[in-house]
């Protein structure tokens, strides 16, 4: 935060702390499509090859999905 002349940092608190919150929110929501998103891609990619190793991968993207979601939660 830059200060100037007459400028009281208490004056945002408000605002920035509203800001952030929002930053937050929007941050977890386009997590959660990234990890939607890549799920969707790592199975369709099983499904085309039919590779353990991208099913392992897309099984670890529940798990991230699963974490980003519950950290949605929290906030």
């Given at each position: 935060?830059?200060?100037?002349?007459?400028?009281?940092?208490?004056?945002?608190?408000?605002?920035?702390?509203?800001?952030?919150?929002?930053?937050?929110?929007?941050?977890?929501?386009?997590?959660?499509?990234?990890?939607?998103?890549?799920?969707?891609?790592?199975?369709a990619?099983?499904?085309?090859?039919g590779?353990?190793?991208?099913?392992?991968?897309?099984?670890?993207?529940?798990?991230?999905l699963?974490?980003?979601?519950?950290?949605?939660?929290?906030?």
């Amino acid at each position: 935060m830059l200060l100037h002349i007459g400028h009281h940092p208490a004056d945002d608190s408000a605002s920035s702390s509203a800001e952030s919150q929002a930053a937050q929110r929007w941050a977890i929501r386009a997590s959660l499509a990234v990890a939607v998103l890549m799920l969707v891609g790592k199975l369709a990619a099983y499904y085309i090859t039919g590779s353990t190793a991208i099913f392992s991968d897309a099984l670890e993207s529940v798990v991230h999905l699963g974490a980003t979601a519950m950290a949605s939660r929290v906030n």
